[in-house]
């Protein structure tokens, strides 16, 4: 089966740039989407289709993604952004979310 | 404006089987670009998909659990429902539905999700 892989954690200082990345085999072929998850929050929509950015998202998030790796990008990262992300792609017709990656900004 | 709200059990026991409700505002289920799907998380796990329904009645879920899903809608009550049999103990989570925006699947994303309902199955 499909898998994606996210590092457990990221830790980036206040303004300055974090990456996420998410592995997966010709993850480059498939529209990879990125959700922030808050505790106790739901998940929220901030990158989708690569690297598209949704109404209401700041623009310092940032995504591409070539080979077998997609990127978040998290440009002058302020202390809001700490949180739980997770990559989604589809295989098929079935849904994939990476594992999370948990960012920690300090 | 676009809203879910999931509702269902807050308690179930083992083998029992769990229906929860996902009722959506802002959008018609008939609309072929927007679609419902359950998502569900464990307590400190990873978001795992359950299962989607399009516009079209056309239905899909996880491999791994598919023998004990079924997802269905009311169009005329705004009303998505899944329903898992079986219940155990690690089927504990989080679960969430989403809208899936996006006319075909592979280019389709979560746009926006419900708050959550928390199942715990214990006896």
Known sequence: SYELTQPPSVSVSPGQTGTITCSGDRLGDKYTSWYQQKPGQSPILVIYQDNKRPSGIPERFSGSSSGNTATLTISGTQAMDEADYYCQAWDGRNVIFGGGTKVTVL | ?123
């Open chain 2, 1 to 123: 404006q676009v809203t879910l709200k999931e509702s269902g059990p807050v308690l179930v026991k083992p083998t029992e089987t769990l229906t929860l409700t996902c009722t959506v505002s802002g959008f018609s289920l008939s609309n072929p670009r927007m679609n419902v799907a359950w998502i569900r998380q464990p307590p400190g796990k990873a978001l795992e998909w359950l299962a989607h329904l399009s516009s079209n009645d056309d239905k899909s879920y996880s491999p791994s659990l598919r023998t004990r899903l079924t997802i269905s809608k009311d169009t005329s009550r705004s009303q998505v429902v899944l329903t898992m049999t079986h219940m155990d103990p690690v089927d504990t989570a989080t679960y969430f539905c989403a809208r899936m925006l996006g006319s075909v699947a592979s280019i389709s994303y979560f746009d926006f999700w419900g708050q959550g309902t928390q199942v715990t199955v214990s006896s």
